[in-house]
């Protein structure tokens, strides 16, 4: 069924916005009647019929609603170093909505290529993942970050940091536990430094490895997110 997302959605009537009704009414050409799935990205899944096929202001009536759709047992925030080819950034993003995150932080560090990152553009990729996943749940883009304030961040849960420096570290599907909140800072292309690393572990957070191959900074990314949800399986 096709979604659409509505964050703004209240009461058993709704318009789709301009975009969206094109989207619904020239594109998939659909007409009065059929069901479609709505996303309210807090949890809400409805099914709603179309009442009024315009290609600018489509309107429709939910018939059912579902809470806390696919809700999860824990949240996981993911901050990364945005890649130097913001199409390999914009990919992880995308990847990690499908397989489940709560907040996405580009994060700046020593190392950075890329120190900006539209935040618009950033939203867009992960609302087409939130509907192509069938999320109902929208995670938090945050804007950049600087390393220094996200690690003295209160966080309640288990704080990891990944990298590919020298010394002994705990593998990631043996650092956390089932139902834990997750924090995992990732690297840019070029690692955290070493005082990074030390600044991390002085505020709580563990080295973790994400394996033995050296993983580009969108692959390891991915690989922390579904790591996390592999142990919440």
């Not at 007409?31 to 179309?50: N, R």
């Amino acid at each position: 069924m096709n979604i659409f997302y509505t964050p703004d959605i209240a009461g058993n009537e709704y318009t789709l916005n301009e975009e969206e009704s094109k989207h619904c009414v020239k594109v998939l050409r659909m007409q009065i009647g059929e069901l479609i799935w709505l996303v309210d990205g807090v949890g809400g899944l409805y099914t709603a019929k179309i009442a009024d096929a315009n290609p600018k202001r489509c309107k429709v009536e939910v018939v059912e609603k579902r809470e806390s759709y696919g809700k999860r047992p824990y949240k996981l925030h993911i901050a990364l170093g945005p890649t130097k080819l913001i199409d390999r950034y914009e990919w992880f993003l995308e990847k990690a909505t499908e397989i489940g995150v709560d907040i996405l932080t580009p994060l700046e560090s020593f190392h950075s290529e890329r120190r900006t990152v539209k935040q618009e553009r950033s939203v867009k990729v992960v609302t087409a993942a939130v509907k192509q996943s069938v999320k109902a749940y929208h995670p938090v883009v945050n804007d950049v970050t600087h390393f220094k304030e996200l690690v003295k961040q209160p966080f309640d849960g288990k704080k990891l940091i990944a990298h590919c420096n020298p010394g002994a570290k705990v593998l990631v599907k043996d650092a956390v536990n089932r139902g834990e909140n997750v924090l995992i800072l990732v690297g840019p292309e070029g690692d955290f430094s070493l005082e990074e690393v030390e600044m991390a572990k002085e505020h709580g957070f563990i080295e973790i490895s994400l394996g033995e191959s050296r993983l580009r900074t969108e692959t390891a990314g991915v690989v922390a997110c579904a790591a996390i949800s592999f142990v919440n399986l």
